[in-house]
Structures are given as C-alpha cells and as structure tokens.
C-alpha cells in the first residue's frame, strides 16, 4: 500500500500570503496524485489532478507540481474562502489513497 | 449538473447489515466507474471500494474485504454498497463520487454529500 504523509498537519497564513503544501509518496507514483479541498461541511472538491492539472473552474491561483514521490500545493495569494482542509490522494493499480489532511487556517 | 445523493445510512449494532444507495443524475451513468469514499467523524478520507461503469469490474480497500460488496444498477441510475458484519471502525459519512474518466479510472469529481452510518450498540 503507498503511504501519503502531507505536511504540515496546519499552515496558519493570512489572506493575500502564499500556501506551499506538501505531500510525499512512500513509493513513486508518476504524476497519478490529486490534490481536494474540503471545507467544513461539505464533500470534497477537486481542485488539482495528475499532479498539475487545474480541475474545471478552479481558480488560477491553485497551482500544483511534483512527480515520483515528492508533491507540491501552491495558492498563489490566499482568499478568504481558500481556508479549508486539503488532501492529496494517489492512484495505482485500482487502489488509492490520501494523506491525511493539511488545515489550512486564518492567522 | 451532475449530482449524486446518498441514501441509507443508519445506526446499525456492531455485526449487523445495512445497503447504501446513491442516485445518479445529470450525466450519462453507465459510462463511468464510481467509487464509495467514507470519513470517520472528525478524521480524513478513506477510498472504500470501485465499480467499473460496466459492473463487470469490483476492488475493494483491504479494511472492507469480504465484508462490504458493490454494486450498480445502470438501468436505474443507482450506486450500492451492501455492507456486512459492521464494525465500530465502520462509523463514517459514506460519500459516493464519480470517476472523472470516460470508461476508465481516473480521479473523484464529483463527490455527494455523503449519508452518516453509526455501528453502535
């Protein structure tokens, strides 16, 4: 089973500042990782596929990067409704899993 | 618009049985895999199980081998997961997503908005 560790477990930032998230494979996994955004309440959204893709209709300021084992989350210039919790999660071979979460919260 | 709405979920005792549905619209059914997520309270996400858009093809997570099944009716638009010999570790909001692919496995988008189960005596 590959193994998802994000870091940090919490980024506290303030509106208008840069978020770097990370996310590490215990083994490589290509570019076949995603990056969700889940706000309180509410299911999951994919925000980043294939490590670097924007998924339709989310905003420029997402950005992803990485491939093999090491995986980057951007957000360029954080906004209020950014403040969520983010997951990665990868594919392979018909079965996936996630890391297990970075909050992102207001400072 | 694509929408997907769970159904089922209950307070069940640990060892019994219970089915969940999801009702599919707003995109062609039998053309996409779907997938069975869930969330323990206050934890992180879990990939539960997946059907290929025709049923012919099932996997499972090993915490749920042997105990849960999936399924789909493509006639109804309708995504199952029947679930056996329940357990405490079982007590999650059970999301169902779609693949993002045409006839293959891709990525989860988009998701429902989940229905809670709750093993417990």
């Known amino acids: 089973e590959i193994v998802l560790t994000q870091s940090p477990a919490t980024l506290s930032l303030s509106p208008g500042e840069r978020a770097t998230l990370s996310c590490r494979a215990s083994?490589?996994?290509?570019?076949?990782l995603a990056w969700y955004q889940q706000k309180p309440g509410q299911a999951p959204r994919l925000l980043i596929y294939d490590a670097s893709n924007r998924a339709t209709g989310i905003p420029a300021r997402f950005s992803g990067s990485g491939s093999g084992t090491d995986f980057t989350l951007t957000i360029s210039s954080l906004e209020p409704e950014d403040f969520a919790v983010y997951y990665c999660?990868?594919?392979?071979?018909?079965?996936?899993?996630f890391g297990q979460g970075t909050k992102l919260e207001i400072k | 618009e694509v929408q997907l709405v769970e159904s089922g979920g209950v307070v069940v005792q640990p060892g019994g049985s219970l089915r969940l549905s999801c009702a599919a619209s707003g995109f062609t059914f039998d053309d996409y895999a779907m997938h069975w997520v869930r969330q323990a309270p206050g934890k992180g996400l879990e990939w539960v199980s997946l059907i290929s858009w025709d049923g012919g093809s099932t996997y499972y997570a090993d915490s749920v081998k042997g105990r849960f099944t999936i399924s789909r009716d493509n006639s109804k638009n309708s995504l199952y997961l029947q679930m056996n010999s329940l357990r405490a570790e079982d007590t999650a909001l059970y999301y169902c997503?779609?693949?993002?692919?045409?006839?293959?496995?891709?990525?989860?988008?988009?998701w429902g908005q989940g229905t809670l189960v709750t093993v417990s005596s």
């Open positions: 083994q490589s996994v290509s570019s076949y």
């Open positions: 999660q990868q594919r392979s071979n018909w079965s996936y899993s």
């Open positions: 997503a779609k693949d993002a692919a045409v006839a293959g496995y891709d990525w989860f988008d988009p």
